[in-house]
């Protein structure tokens, strides 16, 4: 218990400045335990500052030590004899090479500067319908030498892609983890996860190497910055500068946490708040076993930031019906990705599960889909290969799902074949075209959007390589891909109809003569969802959306054709003075020419949109103009004017 006459502060833990002195709080229950300072510079040992019994309360110890420069000095804690680095420190000093073996004993923490210029820095609060993710891995989006930025690797050499991903259409950026962690893990790590630490050291090379984490999915110090991923010695300075400068592009940043069961509840909002508050990140992608969605959902800090997860009860969240007064949850998981990548390649009875996933649309949060992420086959690779091939990974090829519903396009991995490549291209552009004419949030993976391959690899989680740097020179040999891919995002903005902030209603909700979103077959308004069905015909009425100049959005009709053969499929009638016009076919040189009825190209899509039709417009234009001239006419000989051609 704490003496008389001693101040106890012991919140937050970790080491904090506080005027001319820095409070150090450090959860022990141990009586021989406290700080040892170091020089920054050299590494030497300062101090050894033990902690008293009146400095505790609870397991938790408070000392406040004056004379310390924290721009001079580490510091770790100790038990006994054993060296302990802070769990809840803020800074890392020092720019380690990524991948060197480090002890967690050598883990020496510093102080973050305090004194960053934010210059006004704004959350940009992107809203969900309006956002374009994309999901990257800090060091291997510019590591390549094909980068060509001048901090390859790093948070700054993020930023210096901000000008492509702003090019791209990108509007958020979901980073891979970015606290701090031992790329390959320790002795005293190894051990903690096996029995308890009671495994021979042979036995642990056998059942756990020492094998480079390159994600970084494990539990972390995760109140700093990753040194390694920071050009210079100051991390904290470099992850500010970069989320800076996303903002100042209109740009969102969002970070993955990974939460392993031994990291005690209560302690992720407090993680989280840090980051937002000290950071100004836009949210979070939440990973783990044990995530308290509920809890960080009311946490009123976090009222406006992004969280994602796989799930949340909406109805213990927002009781009664209630209704956000912010949408910052969103649902991120997988159900998407299956279902679509078995449609692109040809399954049977997948028809009903694609047009639910594509209108999909949750009224209380958002909904994140994606055909790619981090985990899987990259989209080349999905058209490329029919197996993983994780050779590399040193496993005999047992790691990583076998479940990637892949299809090789019939040649498995690389190939010169024509047909083959030009089918790949369909298939990518397929899949590019599915994902962003779906009305949720789409996300990608870095590098999709021009052609990056892993050789098949679905699971590089040790591949500090050209296996998961992203080569550059890609986008240059499939500058159509990319080029496609950038239409499809110009359209989406330009049309509000195809990302509804609300959900599509199967029903004429404004009774104008046509439902918010309709489906339809070989004969218009009536669509066949048999189990050997693969091809249907989406429509969104513009009538329930107005453009950024305030007239109202144009209808859009969807035409998919998963089959190996083409497939007819009929168009509505538009009102009069519409008609139908062709505006992307997937199929390069398809004749998508008709009235009612369009032959789709197979294994294809194409979408159509509704366009003023010349021919009638005319018509109506000259009858309009008989009879305002017919109108003009008499009300001027009512007032005894000459009359005037009109």
């Not at 699971?459 to 891919?485: G, H, I, M």
């Not at 294994?603 to 008989?626: I, M, Y």
């Amino acid at each position: 218990m704490a003496g008389c006459g001693v101040q106890i502060r012991p919140y937050p833990l970790g080491a904090h400045r506080e005027g001319d002195k820095v409070r150090f709080s450090f959860v022990s229950s141990k009586e021989d335990c406290g700080i040892l300072l170091y020089d920054r510079k050299t590494g030497r040992r300062l101090r050894k500052i033990a902690f008293s019994a009146d400095e505790r309360i609870g397991t938790v110890y408070c000392k406040y030590v004056e004379g310390i420069d924290p721009a001079l000095v580490t510091y770790q804690y100790y038990e006994g004899d054993r060296i302990i680095p802070d769990e809840h420190a803020e800074s890392f000093p020092g720019s380690p090479s990524y991948g060197r073996e480090r002890a967690l004993k050598d883990m020496k923490a510093g102080f973050s500067n305090e004194e960053f210029d934010w210059e006004g820095d704004a959350r940009p609060h992107i809203p969900y319908e309006d956002c374009i993710c994309y999901c990257a891995h800090v060091r291997g989006f510019t590591r390549h030498a094909s980068s060509r930025v001048a901090h390859r690797g790093t948070f700054l050499g993020m930023t210096e892609k901000i000008p492509y991903l702003k090019e791209t259409g990108i509007t958020t950026v979901e980073l891979q983890p970015v606290y701090e962690f031992l790329e390959i893990p320790d002795e005293e790590e190894r051990r903690k996860a096996f029995l308890g630490g009671m495994v021979s050291e042979a036995d642990m090379d056998r059942i756990c190497p020492k094998k480079l984490n390159y994600w970084g999915y494990k539990r972390g110090f995760y109140f700093a910055p990753k040194a390694a991923y920071a050009a210079g010695e100051d991390a904290s300075w470099e992850f500010k500068e970069m989320v800076k400068a996303f903002h100042a592009a209109g740009m969102e940043v969002i970070l993955q946490f990974y939460f392993p069961n031994d990291v005690k509840v209560r302690e992720i909002p407090e993680i989280l708040c840090f980051w937002v508050i000290n950071y100004h990140v836009d949210g979070f992608r939440l990973m783990g076993e044990h995530i308290p969605t509920t809890m960080l959902a009311s946490d009123p800090v976090l009222a406006d930031t992004k969280l994602w997860c796989d799930y949340f009860d909406e109805d213990a969240i927002y009781p009664g019906g209630e209704q956000p007064v912010c949408r910052n949850l969103a649902c991120y998981r997988d159900d998407y990705r299956y279902v679509m990548r078995k449609y692109l390649k040809g399954d049977e009875n997948m028809l009903k599960d694609v047009l639910f996933q594509m209108r999909c649309h949750p009224q209380r949060t958002g909904y994140i889909h994606y055909m790619t992420n981090y985990d899987g086959m990259t989209l080349m690779d999905l058209v490329s290969y029919d197996r993983k091939h994780n050779e590399a990974n040193g496993e005999d090829n047992r790691d990583g799902t076998p479940y990637n519903y892949s299809w090789n396009c019939g040649e498995e991995g690389g190939s010169r074949k024509k047909k083959v490549l030009a089918l790949r291209k369909k298939q990518i552009k397929n899949a590019m075209s599915l994902l962003l004419l779906s009305q949720s949030t789409p996300l990608i993976f870095m590098g999709d959007e021009f052609g990056n391959s892993q050789k098949g690899n679905n699971n590089p989680y040790c591949q500090d390589n050209a296996v998961t740097w992203l080569d550059w020179k890609d986008l240059d040999r499939n500058r159509e891909l990319y080029d496609f891919w950038k239409m499809l995002i110009a359209l989406r903005k330009a049309h509000p109809i195809l990302h509804l902030s609300r959900k599509m209603m199967l029903m004429d909700s404004l009774s104008c003569g046509y439902p918010d979103l309709s489906y339809h077959g070989k004969n218009a308004w009536r669509i066949q969802t048999e189990g050997c069905n693969r091809n249907a015909g989406i429509m969104v009425c513009g009538k329930y959306a107005k453009k950024p100049d305030g007239q109202e959005d144009d209808f859009f009709y969807l035409a998919m054709n998963m089959y190996w053969e083409p497939q007819e499929l009929a168009l509505p009638d538009l009102p009069r003075g519409l008609k139908w016009e062709s505006v992307i076919s997937t199929e390069e040189g398809a004749a998508l020419e008709g009235d009612s009825v369009r032959k789709i190209p197979a294994r294809s899509v194409c979408l159509f949109q509704s366009v003023v039709d010349e021919t009638v417009g005319r018509k109506d234009r000259n009858t309009a103009r008989k009879r305002q001239y017919e109108n003009k006419t008499v009300e001027k000989q009512k007032d005894g004017q000459d009359l005037e051609t009109f």
